[in-house]
Antibody, heavy 122, light 110 residues
Framework: EVQLLESGGGLVQPGGSLRLSCAAS????????MTWVRQAPGKGLEWVSV????????YYADSVKGRFTISRDDSRNTLYLQMNSLRAEDTAVYYC???????????????WGQGTLVTVSS | QTVVTQEPSFSVSPGGTVTLTCGLS?????????PSWYQQTPGQAPRTLIY???TRSSGVPDRFSGSILGSKAALTITGAQADDESDYYC??????????FGGGTKLTVL
C-alpha cells in the first residue's frame, strides 16, 4: 500500500525558513517523480514543484522559484521541500504526491499525502 | 503566463451525466499535456480520478471517464450520485517541465 506522510509544517514568521519532509512507502521510491502541491485557505490547488526520479531534474512554479528547493533522498525514501524567505502568501496546506509513471518523469499524480499546514505570520 | 481554464461551477441531477472541461487560455489541449483530474471534498486531500487523459486511477468507478473533446480535456461523470458533489481540478503538464492546475469546478448534485 502506497503511503505518503508529510511533516515539518507549522507557524513561521515572514522571511523565515521551514523544511517539509514526506516519508514514502509501498513503492520503489527512486523510480517515480514526486511533486509538491499546495492549497491556500479557501483556494484551489497550486502546483509548486516536481523532482524527477533519481533527482535528475527539478522544476518550480514562478511563485516559488529562487526561494524553494525540492530534493529527495532515495536511500531514506524521503522527499523534501526547503522553503526560504517565506511570505504570508505561502500560507497553505502542502501536499506531497507521487507520480503514476515509472519512467521517472511527471505524467500525472496517482497518490497524495494528507498534507501539512504551513502558516506564515508575525 | 499560461492559464488553465475550468468552469467555476456546474450542477447535475442525480442519475444524470455531466462533462467538465479543462482548456488553455491559448491553444488546444492534447494528450501531450497528460491531463489529469482530481476530486476534492472540503477538509480532505485530493483524490486522483484520471491521469494521462483517460486512465482511471485505482479504485475509481467507471462512471468517471476522461477524454479530449475538441480543444479541451474533459471529465465525464455518468449516473451522478450525491457523493459526487465535490470540487474537481484538472492539471496540465507543460513542455517546460512545470504543471498548471485549473481553478477548479464546484459540482453540485441536485
Amino acid at each position: 500500500e502506497v503511503q505518503l506522510l508529510e511533516s515539518g509544517g507549522g507557524l513561521v514568521q515572514p522571511g523565515g525558513s521551514l523544511r517539509l519532509s514526506c516519508a514514502a512507502s509501498g513503492f520503489t521510491f527512486s523510480s517515480y517523480a514526486m511533486t509538491w502541491v499546495r492549497q491556500a485557505p479557501g483556494k484551489g490547488l497550486e502546483w509548486v514543484s516536481v523532482i524527477t526520479g533519481s533527482g535528475g531534474s527539478t522544476y518550480y512554479a514562478d511563485s516559488v522559484k529562487g526561494r524553494f528547493t525540492i530534493s529527495r533522498d532515495d536511500s531514506r525514501n524521503t522527499l523534501y521541500l526547503q522553503m526560504n524567505s517565506l511570505r504570508a502568501e505561502d500560507t497553505a496546506v502542502y501536499y506531497c504526491a507521487k507520480d503514476h509513471h515509472s519512467s521517472g518523469w511527471p505524467r500525472g499524480i496517482d497518490y497524495w499525502g494528507q498534507g501539512t499546514l504551513v502558516t506564515v505570520s508575525s | 503566463q499560461t492559464v488553465v481554464t475550468q468552469e467555476p461551477s456546474f450542477s447535475v441531477s442525480p442519475g444524470g451525466t455531466v462533462t467538465l472541461t479543462c482548456g488553455l487560455s491559448s491553444g488546444s489541449v492534447s494528450t501531450s499535456y497528460y491531463p489529469s483530474w482530481y476530486q476534492q471534498t472540503p477538509g480532505q486531500a485530493p483524490r486522483t480520478l484520471i491521469y494521462s487523459t483517460n486512465t482511471r486511477s485505482s479504485g475509481v468507478p467507471d462512471r468517471f471517464s476522461g477524454s479530449i473533446l475538441g480543444s479541451k480535456a474533459a471529465l465525464t461523470i455518468t449516473g451522478a450520485q450525491a457523493d459526487d458533489e465535490s470540487d474537481y481540478y484538472c492539471v496540465l503538464y507543460m513542455y517546460s517541465g512545470i504543471s498548471v492546475f485549473g481553478g477548479g469546478t464546484k459540482l453540485t448534485v441536485l
